[in-house]
């Protein structure tokens, strides 16, 4: 029967029987019946130690106080009831050569005097002599074991003894050195140090300790009255006193016999190891120190113990030395963000509370939990660990401590409930087999449901996409509606945006269109057609005004208004007209030079006020060209450039009419003086050119053209007028017209595809593809308002769009390319840094480079590569870097023309390469292959080094820093290891959990944040400074790569299930983009972010738009 047992038997029995009962029950074992005796005698009276609270159990504990008498000054000190003092001797007597001047502490076995010396020096000391009436054999071993502690040590932060001896009575002394301080809680709270100056101040302290434990001592009572700050010459200095419970390691501290008895507690509640919360301290050691040294940092960090005071004043003694042994205490951090106290606490730092919180998570969390773990095998092995790991700390290095496993956890949370959770997972386990077995076919029977619909959803986006394109709209719309409302994602808007995007029903005319305008005020919309009518409608509504005029006897190629829209110009072979606009009666027909056959008006074009009028007419059958401009009143020809076979197709004034720009098929665009007809420049192209237009401001000139099979067809060139720079925008049709919108910031360009697109003019970027026509766009319009386009086609409709800016955040453009070509599954993919292209990697043994504004395919480059795994674009652009297969090294290739320049690694790998990266300088390669082996190349000089990386390297990221060159290595066994790759050292070993293969990693850009893509259907997100885990994403499938977008707002992942899942950092929706048929093993953002880049295993590359805004998302998942 244990001790508590008996204890609470005797209690039951009446106080004249306990005896008898004792007596019986412990006739064995009187050491037992003597300490319950004691309990009893202590239960019977308040004022015994039991009735006290259990912070102020110092004296029944055998620990020295946390209180001081003498205002602060002490040796040492020990904690005594109140009126327990019983000495002869007291200030103002002489024990030998020491004068008694004043009490400054007190204890159970002792009392301390500030005494002064007299000989053979004159000097203030500390006296402690034993006290009256305290000679018990146990009490004064203790006391010599005290006195040989401090006579061991020789520390500069440990109190020293200088004499002893013994009082005339006989009671034994001895005399230590005076240490004038306070606690060093006291000292830095009173001082507003900061955390910094705080660890400066405890690292000293561990040293001590250290050297206590060299001399074979351990101290058992660290807490804050033992450790003293005093002021040396202005410098706080921390002495560690009071070794009045400490125990030798080695050999005796006193030949007297010295034990403890069974039963009794040594040390502080607050501040004792679960070790000396035993019953039995026989196997206490120096880490005991090391738990004491932890809490003692913890509350010099968050202000506070562990176990709190107000808690173990309510608490029980065997309830109290419970906790010591088995609760797990918060982290510091925690115990800041939860505690009231948080802004005096952050005030007595000099901190902000928030910054404080930031300071102490991390680093200062492992290193403090470090000491307090519970098992003494994972706490620091001694207390000079301890000072070097907080050394670390304070020099910006690496620490060593770092936070324990979830399976330790579980592992310790087991052991201390195992009854109770063997219990509950046999039942747990009768519960979950009841409820699969009852749910496993309703489940399966869901989930086919749920796989046939959302199988059936994508079958219909892309027959709606085939519709779409083939211009079948309505039977697009049909299918689109016939979409479960709770499946249409981000693919179903962006078709449905398509179906939208034409405001209202065709105009038709009788024959095919040539041209058309929209009136300067908005409110007509004048088309020509192939027999010379006029018709004019209202584009608001899409209604007809008037009946056709018949202008002219054959096809009018040209209308136009004059800036104030009074007048309407139309040109017809070998003629031009000027109409009112008002009453559509003809005011003037002018004749061009010479009667010309068909075809012979090439353009038309009026000045700013009105006034004057512009076109070009090619004279036959000599093919000299008539480039004229008219009086609009008088009808007079007042200007015309030399006749020459210039071969104009079009022309233009600038806004201001000072320059008349013309088009032509010789693939030149000329600028020219519009008042003296003098050619300022002459801009060539790659193409024929057959349609030109100024942009409002007259800053910038757009040309389109092209014939079939032309080099350069489907381009449209921007000039600068003022510079003569080019920019080309790939619009993927030939552009037989072209119109910007009246703020110059889109432009439109309709071709021979049957198609009207729109882009934004700084970027070139595509912003809209607007379908319906089903022949060539011959010409377009914009509402002066911008927000409606005509455009004219040979299928014999005006068709009026809606080409409304689009709102902040709206897909900017064709939300999909898929890109052809590969005849293997497409294993990796880069985009260009510098310009619009796109690099992909094939187990077909070839990188194919495509144009990302168009999707065309542009070249392809054969590495010698049989199986091409990884690539990767230099920062500078210049090369491309390759593996795969079996090869024992990586390629590095020209990017131009695809010429090897290098193989990095020949004959240092062993096994085939499997990752390559370039370091943010470009100087650099790192590839690593399939034994775990890591090499750091020099690209320009070929000098190599070689890191473990551990088994099978499955994926590298470099830090985007340039100057810290960081490189981040994942491996089969799922670990990762982040080298320094300057010095060669591993400086961090992060503990990223992933269960099984890390497919992907990836650098934030400002590299706060390091992303992981697993086996185990994961995505996680680690924050750098501590290797802490920010967020874990779970997905259905495996997550096979990742990317940060170039802002870091958003992070997208490829799946085994064949989707690209999306993260809005932000908000936390995530949204899935779905075309691909097998595993996506690759993603990327372009260099802008404007667009996502997916590699999947069905042979295919896709080009998302990248979305960016709530709106844009549709219905994500949270």
Same mark, same amino acid.
């Given at each position: 029967?244990?001790e508590?047992?008996?204890?609470?038997?005797?209690?039951?029995?009446?106080a004249g029987e306990?005896?008898a009962?004792?007596?019986?029950a412990c006739?064995s074992?009187?050491v037992v019946?003597?300490?319950?005796?004691?309990?009893?005698r202590a239960?019977?009276y308040?004022?015994?130690?039991?009735?006290?609270p259990?912070v102020?159990l110092?004296a029944?504990?055998?620990? $020295?106080?946390?209180?001081?008498?003498?205002?602060?000054d002490s040796?040492?000190?020990?904690?005594v009831?109140p009126?327990?003092r019983?000495?002869t001797?007291?200030?103002?007597s002489?024990?030998g050569p020491?004068?008694?001047?004043?009490?400054i502490?007190?204890g159970?076995?002792?009392?301390?005097?500030m005494a002064?010396q007299?000989?053979?020096?004159?000097?203030l000391?500390?006296?402690k002599?034993i006290k009256?009436? &305290?000679?018990?054999? @146990?009490?004064?071993?203790?006391?010599?074991?005290e006195?040989?502690a401090?006579?061991l040590?020789?520390h500069?932060?440990?109190?020293?003894?200088?004499?002893?001896?013994?009082t005339?009575?006989?009671r034994?002394?001895?005399? &230590?050195?005076?240490v004038?301080g306070?606690?060093?809680?006291?000292?830095?709270?009173?001082?507003?140090?900061?955390p910094r100056e705080?660890?400066?101040?405890?690292v000293?302290?561990?040293?001590?300790? @250290?050297?206590?434990?060299?001399?074979?001592v351990?101290?058992?009572d660290?807490?804050?009255?033992?450790?003293l700050?005093?002021?040396?010459?202005g410098?706080?200095?921390p002495?560690?006193?009071?070794?009045?419970v400490?125990k030798?390691?080695g050999?005796?501290?006193?030949?007297r016999?010295?034990?403890?008895?069974?039963?009794?507690?040594?040390?502080?509640?607050?501040?004792?190891s679960?070790?000396?919360?035993e019953?039995?301290?026989?196997?206490v050691?120096?880490?005991s120190d090391?738990?004491?040294?932890?809490?003692?940092?913890?509350e010099?960090?968050?202000g506070?113990t562990?176990?709190e005071?107000?808690?173990l004043e309510?608490?029980a003694l065997?309830?109290?030395?419970?906790?010591?042994?088995?609760?797990?205490?918060p982290k510091?951090?925690?115990?800041?963000?939860?505690?009231a106290a948080l802004?005096?606490?952050?005030e007595?730092r000099?901190?902000e509370?928030?910054?404080?919180?930031?300071?102490?998570?991390g680093e200062?969390d492992?290193?403090? &939990?470090?000491?307090?773990?519970k098992?003494?095998?994972?706490?620091?092995?001694?207390?000079?660990?301890l000072?070097?790991?907080l050394?670390?700390?304070?020099?910006d290095?690496p620490v060593?401590?770092?936070?324990?496993?979830?399976?330790?956890?579980f592992?310790?949370?087991?052991?201390?409930?195992?009854?109770?959770?063997?219990?509950a997972?046999?039942?747990?386990?009768?519960?979950?087999l009841?409820?699969?077995?009852?749910?496993?076919?309703?489940v399966?029977?869901w989930?086919a449901k749920?796989?046939?619909?959302r199988?059936?959803y994508?079958?219909?986006?892309?027959l709606?996409d085939?519709?779409?394109?083939?211009?079948?709209?309505?039977?697009?719309?049909?299918v689109?509606?016939r979409c479960p409302p709770?499946?249409r994602?981000?693919?179903?808007r962006?078709?449905?945006?398509?179906l939208l995007?034409k405001?209202m029903?065709?105009?038709?005319?009788?024959?095919?269109?040539f041209?058309?305008?929209?009136s300067?005020?908005?409110? @007509?919309?004048?088309?020509?057609?192939?027999e010379?009518?006029?018709y004019v409608?209202?584009?608001?509504?899409?209604?007809?005004?008037?009946?056709?005029?018949?202008?002219?006897?054959a096809?009018c190629y040209y209308?136009?208004?004059?800036?104030?829209?009074?007048?309407?110009?139309?040109a017809?072979?070998g003629?031009?007209?000027v109409?009112?606009?008002?009453?559509?009666?003809?005011i003037?027909?002018?004749?061009?030079?010479?009667?010309?056959?068909?075809?012979?008006?090439?353009?038309l074009?009026?000045?700013?006020?009105?006034?004057?009028?512009?076109c070009?007419?090619i004279?036959r059958?000599?093919?000299?060209e008539?480039?004229?401009?008219?009086?609009v009143?008088?009808?007079?020809?007042?200007f015309?450039l030399?006749?020459?076979?210039y071969?104009v197709a079009?022309?233009?004034l600038?806004?201001?009419?000072?320059?008349?720009?013309t088009a032509?098929?010789d693939r030149?665009?000329?600028?020219?003086?519009?008042?003296?007809?003098?050619?300022i420049?002459?801009?060539?192209?790659?193409t024929?050119?057959?349609?030109?237009?100024?942009?409002?401001?007259?800053?910038?000139?757009?040309?389109?053209?092209?014939?079939?099979?032309?080099r350069?067809?489907?381009q449209?060139?921007i000039?600068?007028?003022?510079?003569?720079?080019?920019?080309?925008i790939?619009?993927?049709?030939?552009?037989?017209?072209?119109?910007?919108s009246?703020d110059?910031?889109?432009l439109?360009?309709?071709g021979?595809?049957?198609?009207?697109?729109?882009?934004?003019?700084a970027?070139?970027?595509?912003i809209?593809?607007?379908r319906?026509?089903?022949?060539?766009?011959?010409?377009?319009?914009?509402s002066?308002?911008?927000?409606?386009?005509?455009?004219a086609?040979?299928?014999?409709?005006?068709?009026?769009w809606?080409?409304?800016?689009l709102?902040?955040?709206?897909?900017?453009g064709?939300a999909?390319?898929?890109?052809r070509?590969?005849?293997?599954?497409?294993?990796?993919l880069?985009?260009?840094?510098?310009?619009?292209?796109l690099?992909s990697?094939s187990?077909?043994?070839?990188?194919?480079?495509?144009?990302?504004q168009?999707?065309?395919?542009?070249?392809?480059?054969?590495p010698g590569?049989?199986?091409?795994?990884?690539l990767?674009?230099?920062?500078?652009?210049?090369?491309?870097?390759?593996?795969?297969?079996?090869?024992?090294?990586?390629?590095?290739?020209?990017a131009?023309?695809?010429?090897?320049v290098?193989?990095?690694?020949?004959?240092?790998?062993?096994?085939?390469?499997?990752?390559v990266a370039?370091?943010p300088?470009?100087?650099?390669?790192?590839?690593?292959?399939?034994a775990?082996?890591l090499l750091?190349?020099?690209?320009?000089?070929?000098?190599?080094r070689r890191?473990?990386g551990g088994?099978l390297?499955t994926?590298?990221a470099f830090?985007p820093? $340039?100057?810290?060159?960081?490189?981040?290595?994942a491996?089969?066994?799922?670990?990762?290891?982040?080298?320094?790759t300057?010095?060669?050292?591993?400086?961090?070993?992060?503990?990223?959990?992933?269960?099984?293969?890390?497919?992907?990693?990836?650098f934030s850009?400002d590299?706060?944040?390091?992303?992981s893509?697993?086996?185990?259907?994961t995505?996680?997100i680690?924050?750098?400074?501590?290797w802490?885990?920010?967020e874990v994403?779970?997905? $259905?499938?495996?997550?096979?790569?990742?990317?940060?977008?170039?802002?870091g707002?958003?992070?997208a992942?490829g799946?085994?299930?064949?989707?690209?899942?999306?993260?809005r950092?932000d908000t936390?929706?995530i949204f899935t983009l779905?075309?691909?048929?097998?595993?996506?093993l690759?993603?990327a953002?372009?260099?802008g972010g404007k667009?996502?880049a997916?590699?999947?295993?069905?042979g295919?590359?896709k080009?998302?738009?990248?979305?960016s805004?709530?709106?844009?998302?549709?219905?994500?998942r $949270?």
């Amino acid at each position: 029967m244990d001790e508590e047992r008996l204890f609470h038997l005797a209690l039951e029995k009446p106080a004249g029987e306990r005896a008898a009962f004792l007596e019986e029950a412990c006739v064995s074992n009187p050491v037992v019946r003597e300490h319950l005796e004691a309990l009893l005698r202590a239960y019977e009276y308040p004022d015994s130690f039991l009735g006290k609270p259990a912070v102020n159990l110092g004296a029944a504990v055998e620990s $020295p106080p946390d209180r001081h008498a003498g205002g602060g000054d002490s040796g040492a000190t020990e904690d005594v009831a109140p009126g327990a003092r019983s000495l002869t001797e007291g200030p103002g007597s002489r024990i030998g050569p020491y004068k008694l001047l004043q009490p400054i502490g007190e204890g159970g076995m002792g009392t301390v005097y500030m005494a002064e010396q007299t000989r053979p020096v004159r000097r203030l000391v500390a006296l402690k002599v034993i006290k009256d009436g &305290m000679d018990r054999r @146990q009490v004064l071993a203790r006391f010599e074991a005290e006195r040989q502690a401090l006579a061991l040590m020789d520390h500069p932060n440990i109190a020293k003894v200088l004499d002893a001896g013994s009082t005339d009575s006989g009671r034994p002394y001895f005399v &230590m050195e005076l240490v004038k301080g306070i606690p060093i809680t006291t000292f830095c709270d009173e001082r507003r140090l900061t955390p910094r100056e705080r660890l400066e101040l405890f690292v000293p302290v561990c040293r001590a300790v @250290q050297h206590a434990h060299q001399k074979g001592v351990i101290h058992r009572d660290l807490k804050p009255s033992n450790v003293l700050v005093a002021l040396y010459d202005g410098r706080p200095v921390p002495r560690v006193i009071d070794f009045g419970v400490a125990k030798a390691t080695g050999p005796k501290l006193t030949e007297r016999t010295l034990f403890t008895e069974f039963g009794s507690i040594i040390g502080t509640p607050q501040y004792m190891s679960p070790e000396q919360a035993e019953l039995n301290q026989l196997d206490v050691d120096t880490r005991s120190d090391i738990y004491s040294l932890g809490v003692l940092l913890y509350e010099l960090l968050t202000g506070t113990t562990p176990l709190e005071r107000r808690r173990l004043e309510e608490t029980a003694l065997l309830e109290l030395l419970r906790l010591v042994r088995e609760e797990e205490p918060p982290k510091p951090s925690t115990r800041l963000r939860t505690t009231a106290a948080l802004p005096a606490i952050a005030e007595r730092r000099g901190l902000e509370p928030k910054r404080l919180g930031t300071l102490v998570r991390g680093e200062l969390d492992w290193i403090v &939990m470090k000491c307090l773990e519970k098992d003494r095998n994972r706490r620091y092995e001694t207390a000079n660990s301890l000072a070097t790991d907080l050394r670390r700390y304070l020099d910006d290095e690496p620490v060593l401590a770092c936070p324990p496993t979830p399976a330790y956890r579980f592992r310790k949370f087991a052991r201390r409930h195992k009854r109770a959770l063997t219990m509950a997972g046999v039942a747990l386990a009768g519960l979950l087999l009841a409820v699969i077995g009852l749910a496993a076919s309703t489940v399966f029977i869901w989930r086919a449901k749920d796989e046939l619909i959302r199988s059936l959803y994508f079958q219909s986006i892309a027959l709606a996409d085939r519709e779409w394109s083939a211009n079948h709209l309505a039977r697009a719309d049909e299918v689109l509606e016939r979409c479960p409302p709770t499946l249409r994602g981000l693919e179903w808007r962006l078709l449905k945006r398509r179906l939208l995007s034409k405001a209202m029903p065709p105009l038709r005319h009788g024959n095919a269109l040539f041209a058309c305008a929209i009136s300067p005020d908005g409110t @007509q919309l004048v088309s020509s057609d192939l027999e010379g009518f006029l018709y004019v409608w209202d584009p608001s509504t899409g209604q007809e005004l008037r009946d056709p005029i018949r202008a002219h006897d054959a096809v009018c190629y040209y209308v136009a208004f004059s800036p104030n829209g009074a007048r309407l110009a139309s040109a017809e072979d070998g003629g031009v007209k000027v109409w009112d606009a008002k009453t559509w009666r003809e005011i003037d027909a002018w004749d061009t030079p010479t009667p010309m056959p068909a075809g012979s008006v090439q353009g038309l074009a009026f000045s700013p006020d009105g006034k004057l009028l512009a076109c070009v007419c090619i004279r036959r059958p000599d093919g000299l060209e008539d480039v004229s401009i008219w009086d609009v009143l008088t009808g007079e020809r007042l200007f015309a450039l030399p006749e020459q076979r210039y071969n104009v197709a079009n022309l233009t004034l600038s806004p201001d009419g000072t320059l008349l720009a013309t088009a032509s098929g010789d693939r030149t665009v000329k600028l020219w003086d519009a008042r003296t007809g003098a050619l300022i420049r002459t801009d060539r192209g790659d193409t024929t050119f057959r349609c030109v237009a100024f942009s409002p401001d007259g800053l910038l000139v757009a040309a389109g053209g092209g014939r079939e099979n032309e080099r350069g067809s489907g381009q449209v060139r921007i000039w600068d007028v003022a510079t003569g720079r080019v920019r080309p925008i790939s619009t993927g049709h030939t552009a037989w017209s072209v119109a910007f919108s009246p703020d110059g910031r889109r432009l439109a360009t309709g071709g021979t595809d049957q198609a009207v697109k729109i882009w934004d003019t700084a970027s070139g970027q595509e912003i809209l593809t607007l379908r319906g026509h089903t022949d060539w766009v011959m010409d377009l319009a914009f509402s002066p308002d911008g927000h409606r386009l005509a455009s004219a086609s040979g299928d014999r409709t005006i068709r009026i769009w809606d080409a409304s800016p689009l709102r902040e955040g709206e897909p900017t453009g064709e939300a999909l390319f898929t890109l052809r070509g590969h005849t293997d599954g497409v294993t990796a993919l880069a985009f260009h840094p510098l310009v619009p292209r796109l690099a992909s990697a094939s187990t077909d043994g070839s990188l194919k480079l495509w144009d990302t504004q168009s999707g065309r395919y542009l070249s392809t480059i054969h590495p010698g590569i049989q199986e091409v795994l990884t690539l990767a674009f230099s920062p500078d652009g210049e090369h491309l870097a390759a593996a795969g297969g079996s090869d024992l090294f990586a390629t590095v290739l020209d990017a131009t023309t695809g010429t090897e320049v290098a193989r990095p690694g020949e004959g240092v790998h062993t096994e085939p390469v499997s990752r390559v990266a370039f370091s943010p300088d470009g100087r650099y390669l790192a590839s690593g292959d399939n034994a775990g082996l890591l090499l750091i190349s020099d690209v320009t000089t070929g000098v190599v080094r070689r890191f473990p990386g551990g088994p099978l390297i499955t994926a590298l990221a470099f830090s985007p820093d $340039p100057g810290e060159r960081l490189l981040a290595v994942a491996a089969g066994d799922g670990e990762v290891q982040i080298w320094d790759t300057t010095t060669g050292e591993r400086i961090a070993h992060p503990p990223l959990e992933h269960q099984g293969f890390i497919y992907g990693l990836a650098f934030s850009p400002d590299g706060q944040h390091l992303a992981s893509s697993g086996w185990d259907r994961t995505v996680r997100i680690w924050d750098t400074a501590t290797w802490e885990r920010d967020e874990v994403i779970r997905d $259905p499938a495996a997550a096979q790569c990742v990317a940060f977008s170039p802002d870091g707002r958003l992070l997208a992942w490829g799946t085994s299930d064949a989707t690209v899942e999306v993260l809005r950092r932000d908000t936390g929706e995530i949204f899935t983009l779905r075309g691909h048929l097998d595993q996506v093993l690759g993603v990327a953002f372009s260099p802008g972010g404007k667009l996502i880049a997916s590699a999947s295993r069905d042979g295919t590359v896709k080009i998302w738009e990248t979305p960016s805004s709530h709106e844009a998302l549709g219905s994500g998942r $949270p």
